[in-house]
């Protein structure tokens, strides 16, 4: 069973940053698809950042605020988030994709940003 943990998340104030991290207990590798996710409070998860190779996707709202990246060697991906809104406020969720049938999600760590 791969586990996926999460840490780096808290309060901040609006305009701040912070920078999420998550650490694979399986090996990643370049084709191993790596994400970072959100959930808000009564709305869909939805899809922050994600990345496979050297291609990344950013949704529309973390384009030039976020900025993903990952280490191979480290088993680990980190979401670093600037200037950070109080509608970022979600639980963030990280994600890896080995193939089909294999997946995970980790636990989630909270982002509260105050305004």
């Known amino acids: 069973q791969v586990q996926l943990v999460e840490s780096g998340g808290g309060l901040v104030q609006t305009g701040g940053s912070l920078r999420l991290s998550c650490a694979s207990s399986?090996?990643?590798?370049?084709?191993?698809?790596l994400g970072w996710y959100r959930q808000a409070p009564g709305k869909q998860r939805e899809l922050v950042a994600s990345g496979t190779g050297g291609y990344t996707k950013y949704a529309t709202f973390a384009k030039g605020r976020f900025t993903i990246s990952r280490n191979n060697a480290d088993d680990t991906v980190d979401l670093q988030m600037n200037n950070l809104k109080p509608e970022d406020t979600a639980v963030y969720y990280c994600?890896?994709?080995?193939?089909?049938?294999?997946?995970?999600w980790g636990q989630g760590t909270q982002v509260t940003v105050s305004s």
């Open positions: 994600y890896a994709k080995w193939s089909d049938v294999r997946k995970a």
């Open positions: 399986a090996n990643i590798f370049s084709s191993t698809t």
